[in-house]
């Protein structure tokens, strides 16, 4: 089979190339803004003589067949539209769109194909939506589309149609990045800076996608300005960020940015000002950078390079003979991330895109603690718990465009992984744990194909062929994709079934934020995940395309699941994970998801609601017995709107209700004799609670209204200088819980353990909350480096403090 799986690619190639021998009067090139270079995505190409057109992909690419002498439209949302004649020489077109409003009495028919489970958003979108911190936040603005859900309150990770945080797949221009968190899934680290658009499939998504269950994120990233360098500079309650970007000789551009908590220092200061025996510091910083270089108008080449780490600083404050101890504690978390890429138009009809990058997630932990004797003897206690998951990958994906009713992708991927679950030592020999490493080999390859019939029906079938090489053999998988859409009108019908496998198992819990990412890989003990998607969709305009519907259903099944066992948080104290690890879970899924959008004029806004039921079922937890899933919540509600009062002043808010999380409630109580004497040779007693069955009770309802108010400063030239954006997060101060716990009436315990308690003594259920109502402020600067090197800076701030304006 595997052999057959090779001679059908290799047909397939062939029959593609020697079609494009026979293919004529076909125009491809780039569609990008004519001031900045930066490529527009989704731009549209039509012909109106033929009916029928095309758009850009994520590289502002397009390849479209046409008539002799025609006549062609190229328009996208913002900029002038622009028409271009056609001859028989004519074949590559490199088109620059001036950003502005539309022509009066022009009206674009073009069309760009409706894909029923991609969701495409701008950073402008992003940017309309409120956040905590008044800056955007990607991954965030992602739960306000239906079927996405986070985890809590205090995170950005994503929940896409039940399905658990590590099956999503996120990408920085088609190179997966492991960790995707700050602050510990308080913000997401991708920086909206160097963002140029998303794409976020949210199931049933095309055969060039695998390795995740639930969706793909793709971060579509700019490549800097042609013409100057410029930048930005923002600040706001959680972080400072910078912006470079510019002209790198004739064919090369830049763009570097970079983020860096503030607030690091001012806990150090604070703890130390204080007087306090301890001092602490915890923040954040990323880094992205990306050099493209063209050497002609068929090749590129761009270099991405991330770093983005998160740490965690405790130490004891004093140090005087006598001491019990001094405590040092140091976590550091995050990414490493660089990639090559190399695109390349083959022929009008034949564009490639190769990519190698390397990507390593690591989690270092250390901890030493200092004992200090009278007699100025010390001893040192010194522990270091390490857990990394390295990933190294090529991949070479085509695309074929012979007809306009036909277009073909094809490609191959070859990825080595390299994990370590846990690795734990101590200055003491004896207490050395190290799990065993593991290096995995991932190879796949996929084909697809996009039909279209009587410009009414479209198909897109799909197949992803993939082998995973570890300590044990795993058979061949065959994952299977399929969309048949029908067009009517301005709407569109589609139904859609896909499979999928998940080789990397992240063990995720609720513990502290050292503990509760783990990778391990799919093995003898670990049976690679799976899922099978059926989903029907529909997508319609009203009102002259005010109003864009979109109302889908979808139905999934989960198998071959891993979680902790009950009882367990971490896989520290043990060198064998697979004591604390239990697989073979199932799980379902399926829901109603509807969405109503408008862009009328100074009037933008979403309305989306979903209903869901997720469900999970292991052998040895919940007596076998199917559970709620652990972030079931039924019901969810966004409300998004945005108004311009002028082209200064913007008014963005965002109402949010879900249901509350389920949880597992205490039935009871039962005194227990423990098994040890106490100092004086008796047996001491201790109350244990009793759980009913697993996730059987709900918290309370969460909701929340968030405000914006963004002031915009513009230049004589009408171009943006400043912004300053105001926040309310929380507007009405809803107390939503973060989680629950038990505690004795008339005793102070640690939550959600059992401790000693008299007979008399009763439980009261409590709630914790995170967030009250939060105000925030964040300022954001634009500059012309040029500029800058001419800036009388004692001039400006006389003008300044004077209020003066020459």
């Not at 001036?98 to 009066?104: D, S, V």
């Not at 970007?245 to 860096?260: H, Q």
């Not at 709900?698 to 405000?707: A, I, P």
Request: glycine share 6%.
């Amino acid at each position: 089979m595997k052999q057959l799986t090779y001679i059908y690619l290799f047909l397939v190639t062939t029959f593609c190339i020697n079609l494009d021998a026979v293919s004529q009067n076909r125009i491809y090139g780039y569609v990008s803004d004519s001031i900045t270079g930066e490529v527009l995505i989704g731009a549209n190409i039509y012909s109106h003589m033929q009916q029928e057109g095309t758009c850009t992909d994520n590289n502002g690419f397009f390849s479209f067949q046409v008539s002799e002498d025609t006549i062609i439209s190229i328009s996208f949302t913002g900029y002038q539209s622009k028409f271009i004649c056609l001859s028989d020489s004519t074949k590559q077109l490199n088109i620059r769109l001036k950003p502005g409003k539309e022509l009066e009495g022009v009206y674009i028919y073009a069309t760009k194909k409706i894909t029923p489970n991609l969701n495409t958003l701008s950073i402008k979108e992003i940017q309309s939506i409120p956040s905590q911190t008044g800056k955007p936040d990607i991954l965030k603005a992602l739960h306000k589309l239906p079927g996405v859900q986070s985890q809590n309150e205090a995170s950005a990770l994503l929940l896409v149609r039940g399905g658990n945080p590590g099956e999503n797949l996120y990408l920085f221009d088609n190179v997966p990045i492991i960790y995707v968190n700050h602050l510990g899934g308080f913000l997401s680290v991708f920086n909206p800076d160097i963002i140029n658009g998303i794409d976020f499939y949210k199931g049933n998504f095309p055969a060039r996608y695998g390795g995740k269950l639930s969706s793909v994120v793709n971060i579509i990233q700019k490549k800097g300005t042609s013409n100057k360098h410029q930048g930005s500079l923002s600040f706001g309650i959680t972080d400072a960020s910078i912006m470079l970007e510019g002209p790198l000789g004739r064919n090369a551009n830049y763009i570097v940015t970079g983020r860096k908590t503030l607030f690091d220092y001012i806990l150090l200061s604070a703890t130390a000002i204080q007087g306090n025996d301890a001092l602490f510091y915890y923040g954040f910083h990323d880094i992205n950078g990306k050099i493209t270089w063209t050497p002609n108008n068929k090749t590129n080449f761009h270099l991405n390079i991330y770093q983005g780490d998160d740490y965690m600083n405790f130490k004891n404050n004093t140090n005087a003979p006598g001491d019990e101890n001094v405590n040092q504690i140091s976590t550091t978390w995050g990414n490493w991330l660089s990639s090559i890429h190399m695109k390349k138009v083959i022929t009008p009809n034949i564009y490639a895109e190769n990519i190698l990058s390397f990507n390593k997630y690591r989690l270092k932990h250390h901890q030493q603690s200092e004992y200090n004797y009278p007699d100025s003897r010390t001893f040192i206690n010194e522990s270091i718990r390490y857990s990394s998951l390295q990933d190294v990958t090529f991949q070479s994906n085509w695309k074929y465009s012979s007809f306009q009713f036909w277009n073909m992708r094809w490609g191959i991927k070859t990825t080595n992984l390299h994990f370590t679950p846990s690795k734990e030592y101590t200055n003491e020999e004896s207490t050395k744990k190290e799990f065993k490493t593991f290096n995995t080999y991932e190879f796949s390859a996929y084909i697809e194909n996009s039909l279209m019939f009587e410009n009414k029906f479209y198909l897109d079938a799909g197949i992803r062929v993939v082998t995973f090489l570890t300590d044990s053999k795993i058979p061949i998988k065959y994952e299977p994709r399929v969309n048949l859409s029908k067009k009517a009108g301005a709407h569109l019908f589609s139904v859609g079934y896909m499979q999928t496998n998940q080789f990397a198992q992240l063990l995720f819990t609720s513990g502290t934020i050292t503990s509760n990412e783990v990778w391990i890989p799919a093995g003898s003990y670990i049976p690679p995940s799976h899922t099978t998607q059926y989903a029907l969709n529909w997508k319609g305009s009203f009102g002259n395309n005010l109003f864009q519907t979109e109302v889908g259903l979808y139905y999934k099944t989960l198998s071959n699941l891993s979680t902790f066992k009950e009882g367990y948080h971490n896989l520290s104290g043990s060198s064998d994970w697979s004591e604390k690890v239990v697989s073979g879970g199932t799980g379902t899924s399926y829901g109603i998801e509807t969405q109503i959008k408008t862009n009328n004029g100074d009037w933008t806004g979403f309305i989306s609601y979903s209903w869901s039921k997720t469900t999970r079922m292991f052998p040895s937890i919940n007596n076998g017995l199917i559970f709620p899933f652990d972030f079931d919540r039924p019901h969810s509600t966004s409300i998004n709107l945005s108004y311009k009062f002028s082209p200064k002043l913007t008014f963005n808010c965002s109402w949010v209700y879900q249901t509350g999380l389920p949880y597992t409630p205490v039935i009871g109580k039962q005194i227990t004799q423990s098994i040890f004497l106490n100092e004086q040779g008796e047996y001491e007693y201790y109350t244990v609670l009793l759980y009913g069955e697993r996730n059987s009770s709900r918290m309370k309802d969460y909701h929340r209204l968030d405000v914006a108010m963004v002031l915009i400063n513009r230049n004589s030239e009408d171009k943006v200088k400043s912004e300053w954006t105001f926040s309310i997060y929380n507007l009405y101060n809803r107390k939503n819980p973060l989680y629950y716990f038990y505690r004795s009436s008339d005793s102070n315990v640690t939550p959600n353990t059992s401790w000693e308690l008299g007979s008399n003594q009763d439980l009261k259920l409590y709630q914790f909350s995170l967030f009250p109502i939060m105000p925030s402020i964040s300022y954001k600067y634009y500059f012309d480096v040029k500029r800058i090197k001419n800036w009388k800076i004692k001039t400006q701030i006389k003008e300044w403090i004077y209020y003066e304006n020459n």
